[in-house]
């Protein structure tokens, strides 16, 4: 028994040893203890640009967030019905961004990028009929964790939503990304 308590001492001493609660803020380098050498971790900053990007995405994703729920209406612009190409045609129009109507115009636009590049703001394209040759259907980035892609777009079964690449349906009939930004 003495013996078991001795080592669960020994383990106990061992497992505090050296452990603080440390507290972190944004002025300050994140400090890291490897083996007694000291590491500075700086977060990336970004710059100027890059927050005028974020800000005009976040803008964008907003707007586009305010029609959830719209049902779906072919050619439709308004909270009483929108398409796909609608949906985003209008988030950017409000943000004082010109872009074309329809979605097989506006995949024509912009800068396309692979799909591990892809960030808020960025557009995804999608062909979703068996018969068409051409893009058919179009969605917003708004959110990406990881290799999971949120998108917003209009669904012609339950409008306005968001969707997430990972879905098989949107993974499969998923085209190329585009930054407009």
Not at 47 to 62: G, V
Not at 89 to 96: C, G, I, Q, Y
């Amino acid at each position: 028994m003495l013996k078991k308590t001795l080592c669960f001492l020994a383990l106990l001493m061992l497992v505090g040893c050296g452990s603080k609660k440390r507290t972190y803020s944004k002025s300050k380098p994140l400090v890291v203890s490897v083996e007694g050498s000291t590491e500075e971790i700086v977060p990336p900053t970004k710059t100027r640009k890059q927050e005028k990007k974020d800000t005009r995405a976040n803008a964008i994703i907003t707007t586009a967030l305010t029609f959830s729920g719209t049902r779906y209406k072919y050619g439709g612009t308004t909270k009483k019905g929108m398409d796909c190409s609608g949906l985003v045609f209008v988030s950017l129009k409000e943000n004082d961004i010109s872009f074309p109507r329809t979605s097989y115009q506006m995949a024509e636009q912009g800068k396309r990028i692979k799909l591990n590049e892809v960030q808020k703001g960025d557009l995804l394209y999608f062909k979703t009929s068996t018969r068409g040759k051409r893009i058919n259907h179009v969605g917003l980035v708004v959110d990406v964790k990881g290799t999971d892609i949120k998108f917003i777009h209009s669904t012609t079964s339950r409008g306005v939503i968001v969707s997430s690449l990972r879905e098989g349906y949107w993974n499969h009939a998923f085209v190329r990304a585009m930054r407009i930004l």
